[in-house]
């Protein structure tokens, strides 16, 4: 729940803020920044709160030329000097928080000088396990990229890890850019081993666990017939079955995006069905037949799923779908997640794309902004109080940069064709530059 006092701490603290950028944005036309301003790596990234909301961790660049390094904060109190961790001379590159003691990260080097086999580059890759209390960091030998897949909430001792199987191959093994090939390890993240549960081959590669760890949606691809193909498992069985096939050629069925956990048996999944866009649709895994349509507009596809804020209580449920247009937009069917999402709106300088975690309890609020006018900024609300963590790009003034306008135009053919047009600060003409987008099923959108 939000805390009590939400309203009159929280629009206080952004209402002082509000004001003084009022008198910035009267300002006359800015310098424009320099070039490489652009290509600065993000000071700050991947900020997230522990599970209690007591810690808050993020990545930091703490040089120009220096490797990421991750810091954290003690959320009572963020102004308070972090713990930090580094994995010199490896080069930190994502984290999770899998329980509120235990951070897992993936490191690499970079240890060839030329590309060894299919996507495989020139990096070496390590899986580490950090106890903050006892501030000890258990390391395990791996080449392969590893990926934190499911965070296992409701069991604070494992976690699932994936790892890209090369050897899963055979003959066009390399068609691994829809499902690769992947082998699954639930590590014990208390005592610092593991087990492998499941290897994947290309015919089954990509796999989908419950908040339990349960296998429940598998996919892979039939390279001798050209198909993808998806599996359904039950709760409670043991054996796969085909539900999907669907020839590469064919974009009616796009994916599956997850599994419906208020409809026992059903999955919601991404799909065309003979609609010029893709909408979202609800799918009976058992007589493997479309149900009806959950979500569908006939201007743009869908975009994705929102889900629940409080991941730990609440883990993978849906709480609206996303769609893009003018910006992003969400259509919520969790009035609270909704009247949070609307709050936070009405508060943070510049809001465009906004969002927010909470810890198990509710109480503790990460929010991330982020649009035309804001690079990306990270807020913490916590006890009525909302701190300003960082910002991605520290050169960058909301204040000097321009809003971006959603129109649309008529193309030869009679097609309205939307695009997106940023008119900068000061007096015309202005340099034009064109950024055209791959296609024709690509969207783009400003985020």
């Given at each position: 729940?939000?805390p009590?006092?939400?309203?009159k701490s929280f629009?206080a603290?952004l209402l ?12 006359e036309?800015?310098?424009?920044y ?7 790596r ?5 900020v997230?709160?522990s ?5 808050l961790?993020l990545?930091k660049i703490?040089?120009r030329?220096?490797?990421p390094?991750i810091?954290?904060y003690?959320t ?5 000097d ?7 001379p490896?080069?930190?590159i994502?984290y ?6 235990v951070?897992?990260f993936?490191a ?12 495989r ?5 390590r899986?580490a ?5 006892t501030?000890?960091?258990k390391t ?10 499911n965070l296992?909430?409701?069991d604070d ?6 790892y ?12 691994r850019?829809?499902?690769r ?5 639930k590590?014990n993240?208390k ?8 290897r994947g081959?290309?015919s089954m590669?990509a796999i989908?666990f419950d ?10 691809f039939?390279v ?7 599996y ?5 069985e043991?054996?796969w079955?085909?539900i999907i096939?669907?020839?590469e050629e064919?974009?009616e069925?796009?994916?599956?995006a997850g599994i ?6 059903h999955?919601y999944?991404y799909?065309?069905n003979?609609?010029d866009?893709r909408?979202l649709w ?6 493997k037949e ?5 979500y ?10 929102a889900?629940h ?11 609206g ?11 919520y069917?969790d ?13 943070i300088?510049?809001a465009?794309?906004?969002?927010f975690h909470?810890?198990?309890?509710g109480a ?5 902004n982020?649009?035309p ?5 990270y807020?913490l609300l916590k006890d009525?109080?909302?701190d300003?963590?960082g ?5 960058i003034?909301s ?18 064709i939307p695009g997106y047009i940023t008119v900068p600060h000061?007096?015309?003409p202005?340099p034009?530059?064109?950024?055209p ?5 690509v969207?783009e959108?400003?985020?």
């Amino acid at each position: 729940m939000i805390p009590q006092d939400f309203k009159k701490s929280f629009f206080a603290a952004l209402l002082a803020s509000s004001l003084g950028l009022s008198a910035l944005a009267s300002a006359e036309a800015p310098e424009p920044y320099p070039l490489e301003y652009w290509a600065l790596r993000d000071a700050i990234a991947s900020v997230s709160l522990s599970p209690e909301g007591d810690k808050l961790a993020l990545m930091k660049i703490p040089s120009r030329d220096g490797d990421p390094i991750i810091e954290i904060y003690d959320t009572s109190d963020i102004s308070k000097d972090p713990f930090r961790v580094g994995a010199d001379p490896m080069e930190i590159i994502g984290y999770d928080w899998v329980s509120n003691e235990v951070i897992a990260f993936v490191a690499r080097q970079a240890v060839r000088e030329k590309i060894d086999d299919f996507n495989r580059g020139v990096f070496e890759y390590r899986f580490a396990l950090l106890n903050l209390e006892t501030e000890k960091i258990k390391t395990f030998d791996q080449e392969e990229s590893a990926d934190v897949v499911n965070l296992l909430p409701y069991d604070d001792d494992h976690v699932i890890v994936a790892y890209e199987n090369y050897d899963a191959g055979g003959p066009g093994a390399r068609i691994r850019d829809a499902f690769r090939a992947r082998a699954y390890w639930k590590y014990n993240v208390k005592k610092g081993t593991r087990r492998l549960l499941i290897r994947g081959t290309l015919s089954m590669g990509a796999i989908t666990f419950d908040a339990q760890g349960n296998p429940r949606i598998g996919g892979g691809f039939d390279v001798k017939n050209g198909y993808y193909t998806w599996y359904y498992r039950g709760e409670g069985e043991s054996g796969w079955e085909e539900i999907i096939r669907v020839h590469e050629e064919d974009w009616e069925f796009q994916s599956i995006a997850g599994i419906d956990e208020e409809n026992p048996g059903h999955l919601y999944v991404y799909a065309h069905n003979g609609k010029d866009t893709r909408g979202l649709w609800s799918f009976n895994a058992e007589t493997k037949e479309f149900v009806e349509p959950v979500y569908h507009r006939n201007d743009v596809d869908v975009g994705g799923m929102a889900y629940h804020s409080n991941t730990w209580a609440n883990s993978g449920i849906e709480t609206g779908v996303v769609w893009y247009k003018d910006k992003r937009h969400v259509e919520y069917w969790d009035s609270e997640e909704e009247a949070i999402h609307r709050q936070l709106e009405g508060v943070i300088p510049h809001a465009y794309n906004i969002a927010f975690h909470r810890s198990r309890d509710g109480a503790t609020i990460l929010i991330r902004n982020s649009g035309p006018r804001d690079p990306g900024t990270y807020y913490l609300l916590k006890d009525g109080k909302l701190d300003v963590v960082g910002t991605r790009q520290t050169l960058i003034e909301s204040e000097k940069l321009a809003d971006v306008r959603y129109i649309t135009y008529e193309s030869r053919d009679g097609r309205m064709i939307p695009g997106y047009i940023t008119v900068p600060h000061g007096d015309p003409p202005y340099p034009l530059v064109v950024m055209p987008h791959g296609g024709p099923f690509v969207q783009e959108v400003v985020s």
